[in-house]
């Protein structure tokens, strides 16, 4: 039985076709890349799961019922989550505040949101910046809050956009390791990655996009030795 379920899934902003028939699946515990070409349509589909668009066609479920039309809210307290590729956090905001936004989305309580946004901060290592104001934090701090907020919603699936895009080259291998630590807790996590020693290193699967479509779905050795995926993407120097 899968937990996710994206079926002929299209939506098109104006003239562009930014997801076209996708189709996959992501079983309960699963680690799955999502990799793709600048604008093949990645967050669109991040997007469409979590409520933010609405597809043209297509289904969504969760544990075989059609989220499709559900709100954000309404997905978050199903259980899934999602990390934005564009950090966002409310710089005059501390950090355990920022964390409580996501914890209110699970609870009204303030006291249960605040203890659910400090085991979140815990849980990504920035316990000990809770009452930072976000705005001062580094960037690879920044994507740990973003990882925290959603954390705090109590998610079943998480939906990670390039939760290493833009930070520097010694701050991956620390994010890499809490991916891995939070899939080892037993949650399913989807990660848009543009970085393939990371996605060969964590996946257990790849969705691999090309103008919206899905041109290949398979496990990571079986994906880098793809003809289409090499050439739309990988590019000769990897196919040498
Ligand atoms: P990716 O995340 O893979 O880089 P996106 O999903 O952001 O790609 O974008 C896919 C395509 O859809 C792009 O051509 C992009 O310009 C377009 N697009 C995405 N969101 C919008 C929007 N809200 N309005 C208009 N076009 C959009
Ligand atoms: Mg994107």
């Given at each position: ?161 390039e939760v290493t ?11 890499v390791r809490l ?62």
């Amino acid at each position: 039985m899968s937990l996710l379920a994206v079926a002929g899934v299209t939506k098109r902003f104006g003239g562009v076709v930014a997801n076209r028939d996708v189709t996959f699946e992501i079983r309960p515990g699963e680690l799955v890349g999502v990799i793709g070409p600048n604008g093949a349509g990645k967050s669109t589909l991040f997007d469409l799961i979590t409520g933010f668009e609405r597809p043209d066609a297509g289904t969504v479920r969760l544990d075989g019922r059609d989220v499709t039309r559900l709100r954000p809210d309404e997905i978050s307290r199903l259980g899934v989550a999602r990390t934005f590729q564009k950090l966002r956090p409310f710089p005059g905001m501390t950090t355990l505040e920022n964390v409580m936004i996501g914890a209110f989305q699970k609870t009204s309580d303030v006291g249960a949101a605040r203890e659910a946004a400090r085991a979140a901060l815990a849980a990504v290592g920035l316990a000990d910046r809770a009452d930072a104001h976000a705005g001062g934090l580094s960037t690879g701090q920044r994507k740990r809050l973003e990882l925290a907020r959603a954390l705090a919603t109590g998610p079943r699936l998480l939906l990670l956009d390039e939760v290493t895009g833009g930070v520097d080259q010694a701050t991956v291998p620390g994010l890499v390791r809490l991916v891995r630590d939070l899939h080892a807790t037993g949650l399913a996590l989807v990660v848009i990655e543009h970085n393939m020693r990371v996605i060969m290193d964590i996946a257990q699967r790849v969705v691999a996009l090309q103008l919206g479509e899905v041109i290949a779905d398979a496990p990571p050795a079986e994906i880098v030795r793809d003809p289409r995926v090499i050439d739309v993407y990988l590019g000769e120097a990897w196919r040498a």
